[in-house]
């Protein structure tokens, strides 16, 4: 049987001759990423074949010369007739290592944190003296703590988990009746999340931040509202599907469910250990606040929830304001009976990522002036308002500004050309790389960069199109495509480089953000000149350059100060909701106050978009010179 | 390393000198129970050694002769320099094929079945429409079915758990929004415990018993009150302790009691298998109702609650009633959400198995009558009273009456002599063995009859003691003990005896029980005249002979027409509570209407107690000629 060894690692496994390079590389325990889950569209599989040969029948997108090179795509090939060597260029796991360092400087505003007096989290700590047993009294001791817990905390009815109750007798007898409850009181009834003899110096808590591609998770000091540490790794979802479209279909049955539901559990779990590790080996189980911001698929998947009819009509998701459930339900190593919030959704793509991102901005100060949020990574969620209304709506950007369907394209980590400008004279670009390091590829930010600096000097045209005059040395033209290099190829190596089709992409993502907003606008009879704030949510806003976003028209050319960035503002607003049930109501009203609106039905929206797949626009008014 | 072989099955393993034979038994998957947990007291784990030789320091209680044929205790013995064969005489695996076949015959009288108007188990199903959904109606899935249960159920909230949310979005959709739910509702609230898209047939529901000794689980088809089947199988944790206080002793640890719950759980779940298996297949997760009746300790240990408190001062349990918790929660396998019902406890020794038991009797009924009620094991309960008041107490018996604590008892199965007579002129014992065989110890009710007969021919005297004149060639004198051989001893065979020392144990049992009742009756100044009806539950009351229990003193002389026997009144009890609320309801009333006495603190009982160590007692009055 062929011997198929992965490199750098070295891992090998042996495998059938027709075995998919996929499956000996789960067989050999080495980590590919299979971002569009195997259906050759996203490139990120690629794999060379450094000794040795492999099968395959089509390579999706791969271009001319990386096959000539070597390389193919996991997903598509199969183990040949004889043994190979096969290199993955950039490992998950070695991207990771720089990742949550790149993401460190997502940090939360200060002034956002909650006052002293707002700290409330959902279960909260209370002292309860519980009178000692009398021979005969006919009373058990759960008996005794309710009556006491409903006296103390003025309910009429208790609510003991089994984890509690199992706990009850011992905790009642080590401090003399005297224990400590974390209890969550509403509508006459205590819930008890946990009780303990002494009370801890500390009360722990964790807002996380589910996203599609990472998954962040902040401790956090519950009792002064502070961050005490955050760990930011990828989804393990991510070997499942790039997109929550591609998650979505891979959840097709109730075991794929239940294993992207492991895989997030999994991803956070992994964090609560280094969160708790690395910060004085704190118990897991003292662990009794948890929140939870997550996109509607995102949602449903932690839940295990199947996510199918997000996609299908009426587009209908499973829960819009989401129940709390249990930490041991949810499978979360934290105190089994601590209720997790979870953020409401609003629509099939605008979730709970957006209701929470909110409150970093003047939609939750209850602004008579107009407001502007968008969050973009492969889908666009955008919303408008002040204290009368508030609408929302989603956009599918594609991947290209988190660095997806672009030949080159790379996530903001290590090797990742963040930022270019092209000299007027020779054309050449000069280029900054994310760690320094050797260019591997273009990420988000360089992207915008690159295609505006590429625009301004004529290399490409208002559609995009490459100048084929022979005017400029760096664009190499094969056939119906062109590229530009920006870092010339060498001998073993290919450079990096843009194509039009990359160009392409990015102006679809653009014109659907842009259109979206002007669709939004047009909705409710107004326009750019009434936006007072534009706030731009997530890894993007805070990368981006918004004058060359303004010269490629993906922003509107509003004053630099109407700008915001609101960094990673579904962690924050996780956080804020941690800390306080002021937060969390103000979430649960913003998004029952937001009307969410579907593109695909509004009739405007297709002309729009047509209109700004252009650099900048073809509406020169929005754009004058 | 010496190798030991365990007959008759076999089966084997390689133990260093000096591993006890406990461990070396487990460790070739041998099953010896360990009643006593390893103190070398009760001599159930009497191995006997065909070749080689083992080594042991003390051998407990075990008898000369034994030693000398070359019986051990496993629980004190050692694997010695060399190998070992090793014969388990009468193994849990062997007894346990004939075992359910003796409980069999403990049914449920058909006229305690609820009739049909007041069947209502705890999960009750409903069929309920909910709207489909539309486009951008900013509804969830779990919008629209809450809207629609509030509705159809009239209440103000619904508590959907996670597992139904899951299946929620499917089931929704399966039957056009028509769907079946099976809710727990009460306080506003409905607790929505499964949903299907289509009404099973059959709606299956469980009630357990767990005893001690046994557990007991009926399969019932709910909406007809009817018991499907049942099975009984000895309750794991016996190979941990026999009686409730060894268990407690071995559950000094939180991983201790985890390993009780777990077996227990276990035991329950093989039986809840068994039953779905040979009724057609049915699937686990449709069983929606689930009672169980248990002692305190059981039912503290099935939730995997500390049960050490219960024998502490002031001997408090840690439930008196018992909230309800998830299957799941528990570990059943069945519906994960439903509910289970758990039948409240009184006392530290008057249980749930005791409230579930008075269903079978005119306690429940509201009787003027004077009743009182014994279930007697290793320990006896006792409830006295009619609709005016209500006492409990337990006391203890100690295991005489299940074989325990007599050096040839076995419990009432295959081999175990049921029924003794001595013939007045020769003195030699003719008897009746379980299941026809082979002689091969005594059972409670072959005790009871051996006793009385020994009594009765003059054997022994009132206090018990042997005649030692030589007059019963029966009589076997060694030292200060003496014994009676039922069955002679041949070659290769020890025969079957009682000892003088079992006969001390007997009547401290009788003594126990009698004097219990007389002081519950003393402590409201009534005596055994007033009493109309004597009821006696469990197996002991199905095979005791009532005109011999009264020679010996252990029960009263009212009219036979007094006595009534119950059976399982604990598994018909936690029947007729999974089947009606009515009698949750009436089970709940009569508990909170029992008065516990402590008899350890009533100082009356010790003197009653030495009268009754006396056949038929000391107090002829009670008894006379």
């Not at 195997?38 to 089509?58: N, Q, S």
């Not at 994310?434 to 290399?459: H, M, N, Q, T």
Request: glycine residues 10%.
């Amino acid at each position: 049987m062929p011997e198929i060894v992965f490199l750098p690692s070295g891992k090998a496994c042996s495998a059938a001759s027709g075995t998919s390079l996929q499956e000996a590389a789960e067989r050999a325990g080495v980590n590919i990423a299979f971002p569009c889950a195997g259906k050759g569209a996203c490139g990120k599989c690629l794999v060379k074949i450094e000794r040795g040969a492999v099968d395959f029948d089509d390579n999706g997108k791969l271009s001319w010369e990386l096959l000539n090179e070597g390389f193919v795509l996991a997903c598509r090939s199969r183990v040949g007739s004889g043994d190979a060597e096969i290199l993955i260029p950039f490992s998950l796991s070695e991207e990771q290592g720089k990742f949550s360092d790149a993401l460190a400087r997502t940090g939360i505003d200060e002034r956002l944190y909650p006052s002293a007096e707002d700290i409330s989290p959902l279960a909260v700590c209370e002292k309860i003296t519980v009178a000692a047993a009398e021979p005969l009294d006919g009373l058990g001791d759960f008996d005794r703590f309710s009556q006491a817990a409903k006296k103390r905390l003025g309910v009429e009815s208790v609510d003991v988990p089994l984890e509690v109750l199992q706990r009850l007798p011992d905790a009642l007898r080590q401090n003399g009746g005297q224990i400590y409850v974390w209890h969550t009181t509403g509508n006459n009834r205590a819930y008890i999340a946990d009780i303990a003899a002494e009370r801890p110096e500390t009360e722990y808590g964790l807002a996380v931040d589910i996203g599609t591609t990472t998954v962040a998770v902040a401790l956090v000091d519950c009792a002064r509202a502070k961050i005490a540490d955050t760990v930011t790794r990828y989804n393990e979802q991510l070997e499942r599907g790039a997109d929550v479209i591609s998650r979505i279909s891979y959840a097709k049955n109730p075991e794929r469910v239940k294993e992207l539901q492991s895989r997030v559990v999994s991803t956070i779990n992994l964090s609560i250990g280094e969160l708790c590790g690395r910060n004085g080996h704190i118990p897991h189980e003292c662990i009794r606040n948890v929140t939870v911001a997550a996109n509607t698929t995102m949602t449903q998947l932690f839940m295990g929830v199947n996510p199918q009819y997000i996609r299908l009509e009426p587009y209908t998701p499973a829960v819009m304001g989401v129940p709390c459930y249990s930490a041991g339900a949810l499978g979360l190593s934290a105190c089994p009976s601590a209720l997790v919030w979870i953020a409401p959704n609003v629509g099939s793509y605008v979730g709970g990522d957006i209701t929470a991102g909110l409150l970093c901005t003047d939609f939750a100060a209850g602004t008579d002036e107009l407001c502007l949020f968008i969050d973009v990574g492969t889908n666009g969620e955008i919303v408008l308002g002040n204290d009368d209304f508030l609408l929302s709506c989603a956009c599918s950007a594609g991947p290209a500004f988190e660095g997806g369907g672009i030949e080159m394209g790379m996530r903001a980590s290590a090797g990742a050309i963040e930022r270019v400008e092209i000299d007027p004279e020779t054309h050449k670009a000069a280029y900054a790389v994310i760690g320094g390091g050797k260019p591997l590829g273009i990420c988000g930010s360089g992207l915008i960069s690159l295609v505006a600096e590429l625009y301004r000097r004529g290399v490409i045209d208002q559609r995009g199109e490459m100048d084929r005059t022979g005017k400029f040395p760096q664009v190499a033209v094969n056939g119906k495509n062109a590229r530009y290099y920006v870092v010339p190829p060498e001998e073993g190596n290919t450079g990096v480089y843009i194509s039009e089709n990359d160009i392409d992409n990015f102006i679809r993502a653009k014109a659907a953000i842009f259109s979206a907003c002007v669709t939004m606008l047009n909705s409710v009879e107004l326009d750019f000149d009434s936006v007072t704030k534009f706030y731009i949510a997530g890894g993007f806003g805070r990368y981006i350059n918004i004058e060359k976003s303004q010269v490629l028209g993906l922003l509107p050319l509003l004053s630099e100060e109407s700008f915001c960035h609101v960094g990673n503002s579904s962690l924050t607003g996780a956080f804020m909701a941690l800390t306080s049930k002021k937060h969390r109501d103000k979430i649960e009203a913003l998004a029952s106050r937001i009307t969410y609106i579907d593109l695909s039905t509004e009739p405007k929206y297709m002309d729009e978009y047509v209109a700004a797949m252009f650099i900048p626009h073809t509406d020169q008014k929005l754009f004058p010179a």
